[in-house]
């Protein structure tokens, strides 16, 4: 009883705090302590204080039902400051400053006092998990700051160039004489409108003319005034009042000898304007240069002039590849500033992006640093003691706040509250905020507000910005974080989920200490002590991962948020393989890499050195050992991101879709992605220097059947930001798309490309290049392959539907020997394929375009592209993987029959010297080849047919001495059981002649006079979408050898011209069209109007083109507006729906409701008028516990209807949209094909279509009449 009523006096009295102003409360008394640093007072049971005015203590513990209010009064006048070593809430205990209904209005500052040497006899006793120089929220402890309401962060609507002016500096030689000689400018264009001198030396008539003329001029044109000689004799005064009225300056010097002023006018449509500079008169005078010095206006997307106030301090991020080109700034009072304008002190040294440029959105992020509710660090002047001064020269002592630690909170939130030289670099979990072990912080965990931060500053700090460590279910919204050490946005362990961060903005993220992949090339190797004795860290592969967003569990949502320059990723999804840290044994087990994505949409990554986008590896989870050296939780290259169905392997596939990202000036990649069924679509890449690079596994995918795919998406080499030379950006050089000087990725001298293709199967649609010119000295394509590459490239790699902008220099490039290249003569370099399904790339639909110099894949008729350094060739195409046991370092020599004269030599993708080997070449289909070794033949050979459909063949004669004997076998590998069937001995023919006649039976024939043994490879059983093995597993050929001969088995002088064949296409050319091709490219281009840019829309990628979408509202608690095309799930509303049937967001993927659990016990009454499924709910299925939407759970044989168009019917037992299809939907009758581009990828049992299919409902079935689907050759499928 006394617990329960204990509980109700915390609810009732947090009710009463939080909902009213607190400092209200008639139960507060004032409080007005005064300064007693040595005190440590404590606020308990009966004490609800309201403090008056600025105090100091030792430290501050709240607990027991005791509260601590700040005094606040309607006009804002107070100005408090607590300065203190710590302040403890717990047990009941509350700290308010404000409430989220009665915003704070004054000023409130709380300092964290002490230093990290300071003795205990003089800072205490260290609070047991909480540390030193903290706010503290512990089990039963409630913090609410609540500050003025503001915009957090906004974009640019127009550019300000470096000098301040919108076309850069004016300079004028001179040709001047006597008097003042004035220059008008059109800050726009930079034409010079007026060019004109008065003579007010000798003529006051001169004097009056200029002053009539100055206050005729309309606000927003540049005016230069320089004197020549003398101009002080005849100046009236009244014409000194028109200078310093209208233009805002005043004379230097001695009037009457000399002046020179520097003049910009203003005015409500200015973009940027200057104010005054003075130049010594002591020295002759050339020229003079115009430049903006002082009082620039921004333009911005957002009305922030009643929330943003004179003295604030903003940042504006970098827009080019230095993240370190972002700039702060102070803001003025500006009478004539709209309500979207701002006028800051001082000229931005960088050039900075107000405007969509070609097509993708570039506008700077503006962060506002200021709030009324400072919490902030006492620092020292320098570094000192232990703080790893060899690293850094300043002070990295700051405060922390910390919650929870394994006990539940009463309440914890945080608003527009600026938090400043927070985090201790040299204390792991003492970050600026850092929610600690809290479990579930929504309603899930109890809490009738779910926990949540929003419109937060945390900038010049020293250890992260907002930690989220064993987590679930916390909003982070509207935060900035700025110049700080460490990941920024943190999820620590690896099972943090459900957590949503919302409209973020991150920048000018350093590199930090606590882990290895906090830690540059420098802090990696010199940070040793973790690390087994003797070993030295590699920081390419372990270290240098720091990134703006560090998401280290996929079921997290990323919704509009900006990273705008980290030193090596703007967000980094890693996967830990087991529960790190103190999370260590909390959950039974850890299944990050197969967990769901979460949503991510609209997000921005920019001016990241190593990559905007990144997701792939996992990390160590071992500690160092002599077997491992590595340091725990280094970077760790095992992990592959494939989702499934509630993290089961088992279960089906679940396609993890980007949509709606934004990547540009990201100095190496604008985005790598590794995993399985990956999806982008709707997204932009511009002035990277690779694009966008899929990646899925060197030899065998390890989620077989997946695929990546990136749809109506706009790829941009050389855009029209051109750049800040500076900022430590590295490289300066000509541009290829306009030959003028701009700033570089990588260096002048690497080769851009915008999609990368490497792996596979990987698919490009609906796509639009621009801007990819290549120099002399920079080999720049809009598709590429990655470099040096070792690993194979599937043919099943297909572009299609691609649109390319006369800018496009070079639509492909496959390489050539130099810089960058190296030989280009790795298995992979040789083996670069694509599929050109509709010509829309080469001009010749179906093709293949592979290496000019591979003759494994050529006939004839084959089109020659010399600038590619390719050729196009009509055939089909596959892949042998041919394994090798007992013959190291040896080469490989693979000649087709027709082209004997042309072999192709592989070395493997092992390192030289292993005792096996794997080559991987693609082959033409109904060809023969020949297999020759630079050494012994291996003495065991296994060949696997890889991306072989039902019915494909090769003949392979494999080089051996003329004394060998074999054992030959076929068996069919299920490597996802690890099991082999189908086992069979090859027998023996005669002749090849006769085993040519036979091709169906497993024979094989050796000519001893050659030395070559013969035998088909030919797959007998079918595949299914994408995998790469058929659909009983992976076809095997395995040759075991025994020979008593060491000779070289080389075996090509003999083998020809005995077996030459003359060359011949498999399948005809197709002619080259040069018709422009039909609805291809990506729908969207930027928007012109400027009334659509200041809309509020944060939409990166900005859709025109067609008629507008139908969404008025997003389906999440933000607005959708109408540029939405499609929702960013897998399956897409139609025209009807105007709002999404609940009011938070969810997609088809999440296993878990995303709404809060005021809504779980809600009926679904009327209120409801586009529920998902057609029958009325009495009432909502589903309780803070349930883990499954009504939605994504199975139906039963009752729905007559599925929510979507398209109908379904009793058989089926699955949702269908929560992706792949299982065997339950073999008889299933479809009267719609059930298909969007999203769902193309997910693997049918028994569905008719191959992967190139792309659209339905179809026509005409595009396959072979080979059964079981002859009968569905004409479709619609019924």
Not at 307 to 329: C, L, N, R
Request: with cysteine; charged share 15%; aromatic share 8%.
């Amino acid at each position: 009883l006394k617990t329960i009523c204990s509980t109700l006096s915390t609810c009732c009295r947090f009710k009463a705090f939080s909902e009213n102003c607190p400092d209200h409360s008639p139960s507060l008394s004032s409080w007005k302590p005064g300064h007693q640093p040595e005190k440590a007072f404590v606020v308990s049971s009966g004490s609800q204080l309201r403090l008056e005015e600025s105090a100091t203590f030792h430290s501050i513990t709240i607990q027991s039902g005791g509260v601590l209010v700040f005094a606040d009064d309607a006009a804002g006048s107070r100005n408090i400051t607590l300065r203190t070593r710590h302040i403890l809430i717990q047990d009941g205990g509350a700290l308010h400053v404000g409430a989220p209904k009665c915003p704070y209005r004054s000023r409130a500052a709380v300092a964290l006092l002490g230093r990290s040497d300071d003795p205990a006899s003089v800072a205490g006793a260290e609070v047991p998990a909480m540390g030193r120089k903290f706010i503290g929220v512990a089990a039963g402890g409630t913090l609410e700051l609540h500050g003025r309401r503001r915009v957090s962060w906004s974009l640019l609507t127009r550019g300000v160039p470096a000098s301040g002016l919108a076309t850069g500096g004016y300079s004028f030689q001179r040709n001047f004489s006597r008097g003042i000689n004035l220059r008008v400018v059109d800050q726009d264009t930079a034409a010079v409108l007026l060019l004109e001198r008065f003579d007010t030396h000798d003529s006051r008539n001169d004097s009056l003319r200029l002053s009539e003329l100055l206050r005729a001029l309309p606000a927003g044109r540049v005016v230069a005034l320089a004197v020549g000689d003398s101009a002080a004799k005849s100046l009236l005064d009244d014409t000194k009042r028109a200078v310093g009225e209208r233009l805002g300056s005043r004379f230097f010097g001695a009037p009457s000898t000399s002046v020179l002023t520097f003049l910009i006018g203003a005015g409500d449509e200015g973009s940027v304007l200057a104010r005054e500079r003075p130049v010594m008169i002591c020295f002759p005078i050339s020229g003079f240069q115009v430049d903006a010095v002082d009082q620039v206006v921004l333009n911005l997307q957002d009305e922030v002039q009643q929330t943003w106030q004179p003295g604030d301090q903003i940042v504006v991020a970098s827009t080019d590849y230095s993240m370190h080109q972002a700039e702060e700034f102070t803001l003025l009072p500006c009478a004539h500033c709209s309500s979207r304008q701002v006028l800051i002190q001082g000229r931005p040294q960088y050039t900075h992006m107000g405007e969509i440029v070609d097509g993708v959105d570039m506008r700077a992020e503006v962060g506002l640093l200021s709030r009324n509710i400072l919490i902030y660090g006492e620092m020292e002047n320098s570094c000192y003691g232990n703080n790893w001064c060899q690293f850094y020269s300043h002070d990295t002592y700051g405060g922390h706040i910390k919650v929870c630690i394994l006990a539940n909170f009463t309440s914890v939130h945080l608003s527009h509250v600026e938090l400043r030289h927070m985090g201790q670099q040299a204390v792991r979990g003492s970050y600026p905020l850092h929610f600690h072990l809290c479990g579930d912080v929504d309603q899930r965990g109890g809490y009738r507000q779910p926990t949540a931060v929003d419109g937060l500053s945390i900038h010049h700090s020293f250890s992260r910005c907002v930690s989220i460590h064993a987590t679930n279910g916390l909003l982070v919204r509207d935060t900035v974080g700025y110049d700080t050490l460490g990941h920024c946005f943190f999820l620590e362990d690896g099972i943090e989920q459900r957590n949503t961060l919302f409209h973020n903005l991150g920048l000018l993220t350093r590199p930090g200490t606590l882990l290895p992949t906090d830690r540059n090339d420098t802090i990696c190797t010199a940070l040793r002590d973790r690390v087994h004795p003797g070993y030295m860290p590699s920081p390419s592969t372990e270290c240098k991962a720091v990134s703006t967003f560090w998401i280290a569990n996929p079921n997290n949502n990323l919704i509009s948020n900006a990273a705008a320059g980290s030193q090596d990723a703007g967000i980094w999804f890693v996967f830990h393989s087991a529960s790190t840290g103190d999370s260590q044994g909390l959950v039974p087990e850890t299944k990050a890499e197969l967990t769901p994505l979460g949503i991510f949409y609209n997000n921005r990554v920019h001016s990241n050195f190593k990559a905007g986008l990144f997701i792939d590896k996992g990390v160590k989870t071992t500690k160092a050992t002599a077997k491992d050296p590595r340091e725990y939780l280094c970077l760790d290259n095992s992990a592959r991101f494939r989702p499934h169905q509630h993290a089961d392997p088992s279960r089906p596939r679940v396609a993890a879709v980007i949509d709606t990202l934004i990547s540009f000036k990201n100095n190496d990649l604008g985005a790598w992605i590794r995993g399985g069924d990956i999806i982008i679509r709707n997204s932009g890449f511009a002035d990277n220097g690779v694009g966008l690079s899929f990646a899925s596994d060197g030899s065998y995918p390890k989620d077989e059947g997946s695929s990546q795919e990136v749809s109506q998406s706009l790829f941009v080499g050389e855009s029209q930001n051109r750049g800040t030379n500076g900022g430590q950006n590295k490289y300066w050089g000509l541009g290829g798309s306009d030959g003028k000087m701009r700033t570089l990725p990588r260096n002048r001298t690497f080769p851009i490309r915008g999609f990368q293709i490497y792996d596979g199967p990987v698919r490009l649609t609906s796509s639009t290049f621009r801007g990819f010119a290549p120099t002399a000295e920079r080999l720049t394509s809009a598709v590429g392959f990655s470099l040096k590459n070792t690993w194979q490239l599937t043919p099943r790699n297909n572009l299609s539907r691609l649109h390319f902008h006369p800018s496009v220099g070079l639509r492909a490039f496959f390489g050539r020997p130099g810089q960058w290249f190296e030989e280009n003569d790795l298995d992979g370099d040789k083996n670069s394929i694509f599929h050109d399904v509709d010509g829309s790339v080469t001009g010749r639909a179906g093709v293949f375009v592979g290496r000019a110099d591979n003759f494994l894949i050529q006939h004839p008729a084959c089109a020659n592209l010399s600038r590619w350094n390719a050729v196009a060739c009509s055939g089909r195409y596959a892949q042998v993987y041919i394994q090798t046991q007992g013959a190291p370092s040896l080469t490989l020599s693979i000649v087709r029959d027709e082209y004997p004269q042309a072999p192709l030599l592989l070395r493997g993708t092992n390192s030289q010297g292993a005792l096996s080997q794997q080559y991987q070449p693609v082959l033409m289909m109904s060809k023969s080849y020949t297999l020759h070794w630079s050494g012994l033949a291996p003495r065991d050979v296994v060949l696997s047919l890889i991306n072989y459909d039902r019915g494909d063949w090769t003949l392979v004669g494999i080089c051996y001495p003329s004394d060998t004997t074999f054992q030959v076998m076929a068996d069919t590998n299920d490597r996802q059981g690890n099991s082999f069937d189908d086992k069979s001995d090859y027998g023996t023919v005669g002749s090849l002649a006769e085993l040519t006649r036979a091709p169906l039976d497993r024979k094989y024939f050796f000519d001893r006079g050659v030395g070559l043994l013969w035998l088909y490879l030919r797959a007998r059983h079918g595949r299914e979408g994408h995998s790469y093995c058929s659909s009983r597993g992976c076809e095997r050929v395995r040759v075991v050898a025994t020979t008593a001969s060491t000779q070289t088995c080389d075996c090509t002088a003999k083998a020809y011209p005995k077996y030459t064949k003359t060359p011949s296409p498999s399948l005809p050319m197709p002619p080259l069209s040069d018709a422009p091709c039909k609805d291809c490219g990506a729908k969207q281009v930027s928007l012109q109007r400027t009334k659509e840019l200041q809309s509020g829309d944060n939409s990166s990628f900005i859709t025109v083109r067609g008629p507008p979408a139908p969404y008025t509202l997003h389906p999440t608690t933000a607005p959708y507006y109408s540029t939405l095309l499609q929702h960013p799930t897998t399956a897409p509303y139609n025209s009807t729906l105007h709002q999404h049937p609940t009011p938070a967001p969810y997609t088809s993927t999440l296993h878990q409701h995303p709404t809060h659990c005021t809504l779980h016990t809600a009926p679904y009454y009327s209120t409801l008028q586009q529920h998902p499924t057609p029958a009325p709910y009495r009432q909502h299925p589903t309780h803070c516990t349930l883990l499954q939407h009504p939605t994504t759970a199975p139906y039963n044989s009752t729905l007559q209807q599925h929510p979507t168009t398209a109908p379904y019917y009793s058989t089926l037992q699955q949702h269908p949209t929560t992706a792949p299809y299982t065997s339950t939907l073999q008889t299933a009758p479809y009267t719609l094909h059930p298909t969007d581009s999203t769902l193309h990828t997910a693997p049918y049992r028994q569905h008719p279509t191959d992967s190139t299919l792309q659209t339905a409902p179809y026509r005409q079935h595009p396959t072979k009449s080979t059964p079981p689907h002859s009968n569905l050759h004409t479709a619609p499928y019924e």
